[in-house]
């Protein structure tokens, strides 16, 4: 089973996908642990995205498309896998497209965890973080037992910058523009399938394996 996760930023797709991995057994992959494997390793493919890194740059498409492959070759995804961030461009997605086809190959679902606009604001904008241990909470969904502490270590938990509205609608507009249309070319491939992620965590699971069907 190969699945690709598709949706915009905070509407839960990398938790799903670790709930999908763990039922289903596949590899859940992302491109940043994609690059910090081969960075570590000091691959060929990792030598050439630090050249990028290093300067502040995007990894090119090639690249990146490239490093995929590469570790969805390996031998653990060879009942499938799911990858979470990738693609995240039309030409990305082609460039999988051509590589999968030169192997026989192809992606079975990309699954579309839609979430409106103005839920993602306010459900990333209530996210708190320990910058201390690292702990993640939700002044909602997930508080913490003393106002402002974290529950794991007492330091203070802050609003990250990453989750502030404006940020996230700066984020927002960049999935709307690179990633969305990857929807429609997803849609004429028929593999798509969208599940409505404004339900909770649980719910939208049952529904993403009720549309697997496995």
Same mark, same amino acid.
């Given at each position: 089973m190969k699945i690709i996760m598709l949706g915009g930023p905070g509407a839960g797709k990398g938790t799903q996908a670790k709930m999908i991995a763990d039922k289903?057994?596949?590899?859940? +992959?992302?491109?940043?642990?994609?690059? *910090? @494997?081969? /960075?570590?390793? !000091?691959?060929?493919?990792g030598k050439k995205a630090k050249v990028y890194m290093d300067q502040g740059l995007l990894v090119p498409d090639e690249l990146t498309c490239d490093l995929v492959v590469d570790r969805i070759s390996q031998a653990d995804c060879g009942d499938g896998f799911i990858l979470d961030g990738f693609p995240r461009t039309i030409p990305q997605a082609e460039c999988l497209t051509d590589a999968l086809k030169k192997r026989g190959d192809s992606?079975?679902?990309?699954?579309?965890?839609?979430?409106?606009?103005?839920?993602? +604001?306010?459900?990333?904008?209530?996210? *708190? @973080?320990? /910058?201390?241990? !690292?702990?993640?909470y939700h002044i909602v969904n997930i508080p913490t037992k003393v106002e402002g502490i974290c529950d794991r270590c007492g330091s203070p938990v802050v609003l990250r910058a990453d989750d502030e509205p404006e940020t996230v609608k700066k984020r927002l507009d960049v999935y709307h523009e690179q990633t969305q249309p990857l929807i429609e070319y997803y849609t004429e491939q028929g593999i798509l399938k969208t599940v409505d992620g404004t339900q909770p965590m649980d719910a939208v699971f049952g529904a993403i394996v009720a549309l697997l069907g496995e």
């Open positions: 289903y057994g596949i590899p859940h +992959i992302s491109t940043g642990d994609i690059f *910090r @494997a081969n /960075l570590k390793a !000091g691959t060929e493919l992606m079975d679902y990309a699954i579309n965890v839609d979430v409106p606009d103005e839920n993602i +604001i306010a459900r990333m904008s209530g996210r *708190r @973080a320990c /910058l201390n241990c !690292g702990a993640t």
